[in-house]
């Protein structure tokens, strides 16, 4: 072999050796590129992708749980702390502390950021209960509405001004404001809420808004306000389902209805139980409980990770949901998941206490879930 030769082979070597580099370094980008996927990135264009943050996401704490928040979503809502007993305690007394943290975190990630909620008969200050004057009443709404949205006028971007006033059937709800003041605190609270923040979107929150009647108590609800000239620029629905209900075609219904309407929909607390709850719970209510459950094994049979089978169920039920959400797209404009990651969620204590649930895309570890790939895969086809 003539010294030409080898020298003419060893460059060879070398141009193939630089060209297997740089298909090798593509082909990285491209792995890394996948691995970057994101909900809200695969959403973009469709909707808005939240979660319902809790402490410690807010004082940053959790390091995990915020990795993932700031990658998945773009959408944040508080959890609690925004409830009357915790910001506003007692009469002349509000604590802002926590949510001023919350609104932070948001506007640092550029996130749509949900004040959850103005206006609710639970969770309430005991303070308020033994009003019964419908003046003093309505000064009190109005004085509350209007110190904690003016605190953060054009930082936060939507209010659930009031949630949950309804009963199943559609009719008004029994409660302290409408003991006092009937149905006119619902105009109350949207018209105090847009005079003080005009730009703010103001949604009206509830749960089992599949049911015909409540669907049309909501209806009722939100042309009532229109008529009295109260902003309402949404409908929240709370969608804490199961692997057998509601129905897709229930769920498109309230969409549709809604949407005639003139208004936007929301779904706001979306999490999916794959555990057996009692025959004769009705809905989301959070005094409903079932102590007598506690420790009961047939209430709780997934305490070490789920069988194949049903997650194979979690994740169809989810790409049904997701389907009819991604077809209603033009009258959706956000999904919020109820917590970042199992271990976080409501339904480990509710409606029975210490149980193993796995209602999210994200398990404890804080990786996603099968439900979570197959949606991605899903969309991407």
Known sequence: MTMTYKIRLLLIVFVFGISACQTKNKETKKDNSKSEISLKDHFKGSFLIGAAINDGHIDRSDSLGIQLLEKEFNSITAENIMKWMYVHPEKDSYFFDTTDKFVALGQENGMYIVGHNLVWHSQLAEWVNPIKDSLEMATLLKNHINTIVSRYKGKIDAWDVVNEALNEDGTLRESVFSNTMGDSFLEVAF??????????????????????????????LVKKLQEKGAKIDGVGIQAHWSLEGPSIEDIENSIIAFSELGVKVSFTELDVTVLPNPWDLDGAAVNQNYNEFEGDPTMNPYPNGLPDSVKLQLSNRYQDIFNLFTKHKDKINRVTFWGVQDGQSWLNNWPINGRTNYPLFFDRNYQPKKVYTDIISAKNN
């Open 191 to 220: 018209k105090e809420a847009a005079k003080t923040d005009p730009d703010a979107e103001l949604i009206y929150n509830d749960y089992n808004l599949w049911k015909p009647e409540k669907r049309d108590g909501v209806v009722r």
